[in-house]
């Protein structure tokens, strides 16, 4: 069962530059997050959906931007990168009915120099 | 705005001894509640939640929490911990709404000792 899938796990870019992130799942769920994860901080909400063709902010969604063309994935990209988006980022799903379990992807760990 | 406070950053305690790990919670309806724990290079999982009726839910791996609605609490507990229990815990609650979104606390890191 791959369950949540994050490519890729481990990147390191200059600041200024840009790059995606994928997550695709294989669970047929409906909602789909991007959440990063710092230090003392827990895990903040950068970006969410809903639904294939939805997206909607978080609590973080500066810099940021998303897109769910197709129902199984969920990209999170960064336009232009600066050392303030360090951070391991994980992206989670659920279905559409019920509340509680999110299933994690195992986290992309991100460094801007 | 709702708000999940973890009252501890770090809990160190030695194995088969009995541990707490506190959370505290904002709001002033109805919450979801949730514990999530971390292993060391992994995602999140599932440790429990309380949704509705008892107020104390119990888990996977021995932990149970009690969900108190007095004190805006949801203490995370076992009466014994091992060693594969260090990990970090994150209390979380869903805000009103079916949109599923988690507010997270600042984790807890809890060290078992040999």
């Known amino acids: 069962n791959a369950g949540v899938t994050q490519t890729p796990k481990f990147r390191v870019l200059k600041t200024g530059q840009s790059m995606t992130l994928l997550c695709a799942q294989d669970?047929?769920?409906?909602?789909m997050y991007w959440y990063r994860q710092d230090p003392g901080m827990g895990l903040r909400l950068i970006h969410y959906?809903?639904?294939?063709?939805?997206?909607a902010k978080g609590e973080v969604p500066d810099g940021y931007n998303v897109s769910r063309l197709k129902k199984q994935n969920f990209l999170l990209g960064l336009e232009s990168a600066a050392p303030s988006q360090t951070s391991v980022y994980f992206c989670?799903?659920?279905?559409?009915?019920?509340?509680?379990?999110?299933?994690f992807g195992e986290g992309s760990r991100l460094t801007v120099l | 705005a709702q708000s999940v406070t973890q009252l501890d950053s770090q809990v160190p305690v030695f194995e088969e001894a009995p541990v707490e790990l506190r959370c505290n919670y904002s709001?002033?309806?109805?919450?979801?509640l949730f514990w999530y724990v971390q292993y060391p290079n992994q995602g999140l999982q599932l440790l429990l939640k309380?949704?509705?009726?008892?107020?104390l839910v119990k888990g996977i791996n021995g932990f149970e929490a009690e969900f108190n609605k007095s004190q805006t609490s949801f203490h995370l507990r076992k009466p014994s911990v091992h060693i594969s229990d260090t990990a970090e815990y994150f209390c979380?609650?869903?805000?009103?709404?079916?949109?599923?979104?988690?507010?997270f606390g600042q984790g807890t890191t809890l060290q078992v000792k040999p």
């Open positions: 669970m047929n769920h409906e909602y």
């Open positions: 309380y949704l509705s009726g008892s107020t």
């Open positions: 709001s002033s309806v109805s919450v979801y």
């Open positions: 959906s809903v639904g294939e063709g939805t997206t």
């Open positions: 989670a799903s659920r279905p559409d009915r019920g509340y509680g379990e999110l299933f």
């Open positions: 979380a609650v869903s805000p009103s709404g079916n949109t599923g979104k988690l507010i």
